[in-house]
């Protein structure tokens, strides 16, 4: 398996406060990813980078910032955490954005 | 990307082939072919794919039908684990970014023992 990890992998939080997912990979792939999947609407894409320091935006970015430091970290940030922000997040990373992406396991966050 | 159509479900039995039907009408001279699973409570993992040709690799088959309009993802010896559900994707290799995958609702396959 690809060397990915989220944190945290649950996280309970309350409406208006500021949450931080972490994506880790071992890899060294240049692309990453965070899409957010809910019931009825399948993964969707919130940002992406190419690089480092080097991102964009993807389809349902509104209420999402992110930071990439170094290669082999991607953090989401939630400045002001609302209950529609409430989903199961999955990083993914690839080498080549025109190959296999692989993905993370997760976080299920739940906003009060 | 261009829009891909799936049954929302198929039922198969353990041990029997599978095939996993996939309707690409408006796919491009330039859009791959992908297909991802995701199991009960896990990421989605990569499963194959394909431009024209036929491929192979140890998890399954993709068949490409000559027109390219549609595409069938065969599992040989279906098992219980293959339970998920299945993502078909197109990628266009021609648009120079890299912007993620667009998944649709994909078909929830269910394996019967």
């Known amino acids: 398996d690809a060397g990915i990890t989220q944190s945290p992998r649950h996280k309970v939080t309350e409406t208006g406060t500021p949450v931080t997912l972490r994506c880790h990979q071992t890899e060294n792939h240049r692309y990453m990813y965070w899409y957010r999947q809910d019931p009825g609407h399948g993964l969707r894409l919130i940002h992406y980078?190419?690089?480092?320091?080097?991102?964009d935006k993807g389809e349902v970015s509104d209420g999402y910032s992110v930071s990439r430091s170094k290669t082999e970290d991607f953090l989401l940030t939630l400045e002001s955490a609302t209950s529609s922000q409430t989903s199961v997040y999955f990083c993914?990373?690839?080498?080549?954005?025109?190959?296999?992406?692989?993905f993370g396991p997760g976080t299920r966050l739940t906003v009060l | 990307d261009a829009k891909t159509t799936q049954p929302n479900s198929m039922e198969s039995n353990e041990e029997e082939p599978v095939h996993l039907p996939c309707n690409h009408s408006?796919?491009?001279?330039?859009?791959?072919i992908h297909w991802y699973r995701q199991l009960p409570s896990q990421g989605p993992e990569y499963v194959i794919h394909g431009l024209t040709s036929n491929v192979n690799n140890r998890m399954a088959s993709l068949a490409i039908a000559e027109d390219r309009k549609s595409s069938t993802l065969i599992l040989h010896r279906a098992t219980l684990r293959d339970a998920a559900v299945y993502y078909c994707?197109?990628?266009?290799?021609?648009?120079?970014?890299?912007?993620?995958?667009?998944f649709g609702k994909g078909t929830h396959l269910i394996i019967q023992p």
């Open positions: 994707i197109l990628r266009d290799r021609a648009g120079g970014g890299a912007d993620g995958l667009t």
């Open positions: 408006t796919i491009s001279g330039t859009d791959y």
């Open positions: 980078s190419y690089g480092v320091k080097d991102t």
């Open positions: 993914a990373i690839s080498q080549d954005p025109y190959n296999e992406q692989f």
